[in-house]
Every structure is written in structure tokens, then in C-alpha cells.
């Protein structure tokens, strides 16, 4: 059980210094315009990394996770908000699996 505790405690650490160090080292404002832009960046990117290995590894076929993830980049495209986004290819995915399965 004590394992579990100091197991709990380092992910906790590591966490907080991942957060904290960067605020602690770059006290100044950033000015070069390529690290800024790269800095801007690394959230999309991180998204996408964590959230397209999932998508085409779900349980359901194949076309309705690359239907869906179309949908969702074309309304993301056209600018639509996160939620109707998510909705949008949610509901995609789910007419194309049900489509699929009634053949």
C-alpha cells in the first residue's frame, strides 16, 4: 500500500514541476517570433497526437471513425465551436456505424 502512496506522490511531483519549472526559468517575455509561434502551436499538436491514435483504434468500423473525423475537421474548418464539433462527428460516427450494421 506504501507503494501506491509514493507512486501517487512522485506523479504528483513530476506534474507540478512539468507546470511550474517553465514559469520559473522564463521569467521574461518571450520575443522571438519563431519560438512563439512554435509555442502557439504545441497544444494542436499535442491534441491531435493523443486524439487521432484513438480514434482509428475504437471499437467501431473503420469508415465511420474516418467519416466522423471528417466531419469533425470540416466543421472545425468552417469554424464552429468545440461542442458542436465534437457533436457533429459524434453523431457522424453513429449514423455511419448504424448504417454499416444494417448491411
Known amino acids: 500500500m506504501t507503494d501506491v502512496w509514493i507512486g501517487i506522490a512522485?506523479?504528483?511531483l513530476v506534474t507540478y514541476l512539468v507546470?511550474?519549472?517553465p514559469i520559473l526559468i522564463f521569467q521574461k517575455p518571450i520575443r522571438n517570433p519563431f519560438v512563439k509561434s512554435?509555442?502557439?502551436y504545441v497544444p494542436y499538436a499535442v491534441l491531435s497526437a493523443m486524439t487521432f491514435p484513438a480514434i482509428f483504434s475504437a471499437d467501431v468500423p473503420l469508415a465511420?471513425?474516418?467519416a466522423g473525423t471528417a466531419a469533425a475537421v470540416l466543421a472545425a474548418w468552417k469554424g464552429k465551436s468545440l461542442l458542436f464539433v465534437a457533436?457533429?462527428?459524434a453523431a457522424?460516427?453513429?449514423l455511419v456505424q448504424t448504417l454499416l450494421l444494417c448491411f
Do not use: P
Open 19 to 21: 507546470r511550474v519549472l
Open 92 to 94: 457522424v460516427v453513429y
Open 64 to 66: 465511420a471513425s474516418a
Open 87 to 89: 457533436c457533429i462527428a
Open 10 to 12: 512522485c506523479m504528483a
Open 38 to 40: 512554435f509555442l502557439y
